[in-house]
């Protein structure tokens, strides 16, 4: 069914996804909130569960409604960082900026005590692996788990820590509704670097399946300059201010090849926590269309306000491609 896309739905990720139909989404790309780390200025906003396994709970529930509004070649790229339990540092007394526009950033708060934060079953300073808990929860919710992706943060913010190595890593997790999927590795292959990655297979690819664009299976030999690409992604912070909001935006760069990958050209992607809009802008500058659920208006109003000038952007080009073609047909 035809279904309209570039839209942002106002209010509760869950109850706007209630109003979509099923098998509508090509692939879904987005960041939650993290357990504990920030404060977004919205009642009902996630992360601010009392314990870790409330947050878990909630990111299934979530991740119940994508995976039924999901085509069943559809997949989900979901990145999340860690939080530690302890007795001051990370994770249990958070002296943390808070991201709501009404405050423009400038507030710290004590977000563990805001939130009445028990870190039940932790002991302090224990890392409490959130993401791999997601991971491994969504698994039993019915998605398949396909792969664990690293992030690795050239320039990772710095950490006052004396008894552990600084955290310059975060996840994205490759999930799918079913065994078989769209995914269209050529479109994110990478430049060989070596004599040997020329003479080696790739472990995926291969024979293209016409029933099912972007899907492959057996090898295929990376013998033209290129390769298939690896699981490490080395993509630095960025660093944004959308008119005096600050947000834990994640880099365009980052979330490309999710994008490419995960969603034919003219797809929909989908993210439920749509935030500043990054997920939006990337799908509309590589020709995919969007849709977005977002609590927070101001925030739906800065993500317009970015998108406005990229939809711009493609509208002239599609012009200029039109008149070429016209010009050429004659």
Known sequence: MDMEANIILEGDCIESM?????SIINTTVTSPPYYGLR???????IGQEETPQQYIDKMVEVFSQVKRITRDDGSLWLNLGDSYAGSGGNGYKQGIQTTNPVTNGDVDVDLRSKMKRKDVGFKKKDLMGIPWRVAMALQEDGWYLRQDIIWHKPNPMPESVTDRCTKSHEYIFLLTKNPDYFFDYESIRERSVSKMDRQHLSPIGGKKDPRKPGSYSGNAPENDGFRNKRSVWSVPITSKNYDGAHFAVYPEELIKPCILAGAPADGIVFDPFFGA????VVAVKHGRKYIGCELNPEYIEIAKKRLQPVHLQEENKKKAEGIINSYFEF
């Open 39 to 45: 404060d977004y200025g919205e009642d009902g906003q």
């Open 18 to 22: 209630k109003t979509l139909p099923d």
């Open 277 to 280: 809009g990054t997920t939006g």
